[in-house]
């Protein structure tokens, strides 16, 4: 009886949010894997001086007179484990994890700027209400009632040429810096509506009455009582945001709005692709399955960390 006590008391939340974690048929697979992916995406100069791979060194000798790769299945070979990308002779590999690199870092600084954004948002709004909660919620209704989307589309060109001309950015830099401030400035009032009606709940609870009776300050309150209590809902939205970016960056690289050759990105490779897809449908496959596998591993990981994160939840 002892032992079974001992077993249930002293378990912090934080173990028990683990030990739910462990129990997820996706959750520890889908931790190491994205891991994974994030370290080599992080650590890509490093692999590719270590491996020899570069993203914009290329074979020639690899492709036939036509531009298509030599050999079966996109010229897949122990030097090319993942073919040649046609019309240029590039390594497909090398392409995929330097573009990874590029897509991974628009997704992570969209994702961690909005979510800090809607989170001050959403503690000004809950705590404070009155005149402040209505003007930032009208304000968050008036970008919702934006198609943004087509606002994307339509201030690509205008923007980046306003980018370049004033000498913040050129180039590639000047998509990549307008792809991540127009997704931020859309992306951030969903986590905000989310993060009000938490505040709203929490500062009437007892606690942060009582806090309140004892004398503490706005500040206090906000960092010592309310803030910790919002850390899960933040590390969920995290977890589900960042794929969501990263495909979103890929859908408008497919459009042309992001990154452009020399350099590449995953959105980039699967419009070069589309080419190819009747004669090399290899270099099609490859790239979409790649976005698919990365994007839906992520996914898993967001579900499996909002499941442990929920006393409420079960896994099996």
Do not use: C
Request: no cysteine; net charge positive.
């Amino acid at each position: 009886m002892k032992t079974v006590l001992a077993s249930v008391i002293g378990r912090t939340p934080r173990q028990l949010a683990w030990r739910r974690f462990r129990r997820n048929r996706f959750g520890l697979p889908t931790l190491i894997i994205s891991g994974t992916i994030t370290l080599i995406t992080i650590l890509a100069p490093l692999i590719g001086g270590l491996f020899g791979i570069d993203g914009r060194k290329r074979f020639p000798e690899t492709l036939s007179s036509r531009g298509m790769p030599i050999g079966n299945f996109g010229g897949i070979s122990w030097s090319h484990p993942l073919g040649i990308e046609p019309g240029i002779g590039h390594d497909l590999l090398a392409r995929l994890i330097f573009g990874a690199r590029i897509s991974f870092f628009v997704a992570l600084i969209t994702t961690v700027l909005s979510i800090a954004i809607g989170v001050v948002a959403g503690i000004i709004m809950g705590f404070f209400r009155g005149r402040v909660d209505s003007t930032i919620g009208r304000f968050i209704d008036f970008l919702l009632a934006f198609p943004s989307f087509f606002m994307i589309v339509a201030l690509s060109l205008p923007m980046v040429q306003r980018l370049e001309k004033s000498g913040i950015a050129e180039g590639n830099t000047a998509r990549m810096l307008y792809l991540v401030l127009i997704l931020i400035f859309f992306g951030w009032p969903y986590l905000a509506r989310v993060i009000r009606s938490q505040v709203l709940s929490i500062r009437e609870r007892d606690y942060v009455m009582a806090a309140r009776a004892l004398g503490a300050s706005n500040t206090r309150i906000i960092f010592k009582e309310i803030l910790p209590n919002l850390w899960s809902i933040i590390v969920v939205y995290f977890s589900l945001s960042l794929p969501g970016y990263l495909t979103a960056e890929a859908v408008f690289s497919f459009l042309g709005l992001g990154i452009q050759p020399p350099d590449a990105s995953w959105g980039l490779l699967i419009s070069d692709s589309i080419k190819y897809v009747m004669n090399e449908p290899t270099y099609f496959f490859i790239t979409t399955t790649s976005l698919i596998f990365v994007v839906l591993t992520f996914n898993l990981l967001g579900d499996a960390v909002r499941d442990a994160l929920d006393p409420k939840s079960e896994t099996t």
